[in-house]
């Protein structure tokens, strides 16, 4: 089973096809394409949270572009052609790796009832290096075990058994604070080069740049300012396999000229976008409403009415007032071209646009109003979707499980909270919020609903299960969180949670799962907390 969608894939067998092209004929047209097919799977890659393989397409792509300036330089030199085709082998080979489930997989778990499927993924591997027994190893080694991740500890200049990369490596210095030793610096560059997609983490390093650009050069992607704690550096780790749910760039083009979209539509495919074309201005609403395109481009004048009353029209429907309009035309007249962005539009491209910059132009746009969105929809202090989407995400799973689907919803709360923060301070309280949300995150599926729903109250929804299968693995996080260990200023505490679950078909609307799971979450608070209790209600009871 591939674990990347079809269009990385794609990506990656028309690049190696470009490439081959451009050996053989030496014409800079070609280099052209092959780049163009490069910075599209960048985009993909990056899309997907693989920083190690962005890191090296990234590279790779800067070496391609030094050969942009002048088409004299074609065919490049054989030497640079090699080193181009070395690159890109390690690209490919990576990326035919990850086509069976493993950096992007999640933990395996079981269950009393056994394994769920092939949707609950493997150990990410995290590498540790250190001195023997420095204790910031254990410490990170052991909390990166609660979440999911599988630590392996080395010591300063051995290389791994695994030939496998790891998702990540961490550098712990033997002394805080001092620049990297010779030592360390080619430890890290011999894993560098044995492991060129891995993300790379320098802890403790001094804020000076002389410490800094040397670690650089030598493959580190991340350095850590000295001190911060062995916490800063997990959430960092947890961002790197955050996986919000990253869909492909959509781009709706309104044109009347089949010359036009069949050239702007080969551009956007190139930087991995997607994109459908209208001809008929009139159509955009229905098929707005099906497609739900992230941006749109819309040409100036097509035959029933121009880009501008359209945007205009467009503007009326709250849904799209803030959905990036990117006008093109031939049009060069300024006073036109702000008089259009001043009823509505973002943008404005005179054609023929240099493919490059359209699909820079779209990526902006897009990035930006998706941040908009993000923003709007998650909770800033664990990235989990907040209190009214993840009520709209409970009404989604269960439209697409029913009628005769699976669905569990559970309510999680952390116990006897307010002591925690009455104890130990807001911040360690909000680092136990934290900790409850990576826990989720990195225990349950990416189909899987996790928000913050209040304060310190969590909803999860978990479809194609049943109950059974739902209370082992919540039984299992549960038990998991009861072990781990919070920092404060004097020491580690520990904390605990309790959970009510209702399901499918016992409750058959969004809102009475949601209440019956709550009803059970109290019910685990009186009778003792640190437990999961499910509401089985009256059958089929509303
Ligand atoms: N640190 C922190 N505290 C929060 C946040 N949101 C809510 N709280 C606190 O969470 C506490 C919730 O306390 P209670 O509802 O009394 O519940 P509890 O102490 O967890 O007790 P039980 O639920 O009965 O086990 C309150 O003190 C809130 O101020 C937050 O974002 N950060």
């Not at 035919?96 to 950096?103: F, S």
């Not at 560059?189 to 320098?202: K, Q």
């Not at 943008?347 to 709007?376: C, D, H, W």
Request: hydrophobic share 40%; charged share 20%; aromatic share 6%.
């Amino acid at each position: 089973m591939s674990s990347f969608p079809n269009s990385i894939v794609a990506l990656a067998a028309t690049l190696e096809r470009g490439w081959q092209s451009y050996r053989s004929s030496g014409e800079f047209d070609l280099f052209v394409e092959f780049t163009l097919s490069l910075n599209g799977l960048t985009e993909q890659l990056h899309r997907q949270h693989l920083p190690g393989l962005v890191r090296a397409c990234q590279e790779l792509e800067n070496t391609a572009l030094t050969f942009f300036a002048d088409r004299e330089m074609h065919p490049i030199p054989l030497d640079q052609a090699v080193a181009i085709e070395r690159k890109l082998q390690i690209i490919l080979g990576e990326l035919r790796r990850h086509e069976t489930p493993a950096i992007l997989a999640r933990r395996t778990l079981d269950t009393a009832e056994g394994q769920i499927g092939d949707c609950w993924n493997q150990p990410r591997r995290v590498l540790i290096v250190s001195r023997e027994n420095h204790p910031w190893s254990a410490s990170l080694a052991e909390q990166l075990g609660f979440f999911g991740f599988t630590p392996e500890e080395a010591r300063w200049g051995e290389q791994p058994a695994n030939d496998e990369p790891p998702l990540a490596i961490t550098f712990i210095p033997d002394v805080e604070g001092r620049a990297y030793p010779p030592a360390a610096i080619s430890a890290i560059i011999a894993l560098r080069t044995r492991f060129p997609t891995s993300y790379f983490y320098c802890l403790s390093v001094p804020s000076n740049l002389q410490s800094i650009v040397l670690l650089q050069r030598a493959g580190a992607d991340a350095c850590v300012p000295v001190g911060n704690k062995v916490s800063d550096v997990l959430s960092r780790i947890l961002d790197l396999v955050e996986m919000h749910e990253q869909e492909m760039h959509r781009v709706l083009i309104v044109e009347d000229s089949a010359t036009a979209i069949a050239h702007i539509r080969r551009s956007l495919s190139q930087h991995g976008i997607d994109s459908k074309a209208i001809n008929d201005p009139r159509l955009l609403f229905e098929v707005a409403n099906e497609y739900r395109p992230d941006a749109i481009l819309m040409d100036m004048y097509m035959p029933f009415c121009t880009g501008v009353e359209v945007t205009s029209a467009l503007r009326q429907i709250p849904e799209y007032q803030a959905l990036p309009v990117i006008y093109l035309s031939s049009e060069n007249d300024i006073v036109q071209q702000v008089e259009a962005l001043r009823l509505g539009g973002d943008q404005f491209l005179t054609k023929p646009v240099n493919p490059i910059i359209l699909a820079s132009v779209v990526k902006t746009k897009i990035e930006r109003y998706r941040e908009m969105l993000y923003s709007g929809q998650h909770d800033s202090l664990t990235g989990l979707f907040n209190h009214s989407t993840s009520k709209v995400q409970v009404e989604r799973l269960l439209h697409a499980a029913q009628p005769d689907g699976q669905l569990v919803v559970a309510m999680i709360d952390i116990d006897r909270f307010k002591t925690i923060n009455d104890n130990y301070g807001h911040p360690v309280g909000d680092q136990v919020i934290r900790s409850v949300a990576w826990l989720l995150r990195g225990r349950l599926r990416s189909t899987d609903l996790v928000g913050r729903y209040g304060g310190e109250e969590f909803i999860i929804a978990l479809p194609g299960i049943d109950p059974a299968q739902a209370i082992g693995l919540i039984e299992q996080i549960r038990e998991d969180f009861s072990q781990l260990p919070h920092a404060h200023a004097h020491g580690t505490l520990r904390a605990t949670l309790s959970c009510g679950v209702a399901a499918l078909p016992d409750y058959l609307t969004a809102s009475s799962l949601i209440a019956a799971a709550d009803d059970a979450l109290l019910e685990a608070k009186r009778t003792g907390r640190n437990r999961v209790v499910l509401n089985r209600g009256n059958p089929q009871g509303q």
